[in-house]
């Protein structure tokens, strides 16, 4: 039997990262990773791994996170690592390299994974997820609820973009992807400038 505290952290995480997630900006990260590799279980996977990483971190640092990292080191690290993304995105693929990917869906898994998982950090969910652990003093349930949230909210994003990528250039997918990536991580960067300044 499932204790009432546990199934309650679950469903009001589920219920509060999912609000934070709809409109965000990973939900365009997901259509532009579904439609650039036409994996959606990949890229769903990578979803999936890169949430129980970083909400299950969130969950377990709590509201103390500031403690242990500089925020102004991480804005920088994270910043540069979206603009060096969005320069590695632009720069043309061999013919058949970009076959084997989609064949198998590692490379997609993984572009997934490391993107989300940078996506998330210092976001809304993160700080939700953050502020959860630390009402409810408890970490898996929070985690559980966070990544059931994000995968409920993305899901349909990810197999949106796949069935619709032969209509779409992969010219266009793959200059919008590095815009979007640089854009980002330009922002993180002023942010982080911004706010320590």
Known sequence: MIPYAAMEAFILSLAAVSLAELGDRTQ???LLLAVRFRKPWAVLAGLA?????????SAGVGMSIGQFVDQQVLGWIVGALFVGMGIWVLVPEEAHAD???????RGAFVT??????????GDKTQLTSMAMAAHFETVIPVMMGATFAMLLV????IWLGHKFADRIPMRTVRVLAALVFIAIGLWILWETGFNNA
């Open 154 to 157: 993305n899901a349909p994003v």
């Open 99 to 105: 076959d084997r990917p989609r064949e198998t869906g």
């Open 28 to 30: 365009l990260l997901a």
């Open 49 to 57: 791994v890169a949430s129980v990483g970083i909400h299950g971190l």
């Open 112 to 121: 997934a994974m490391i993107t989300f998982f940078l996506m998330e950090i």
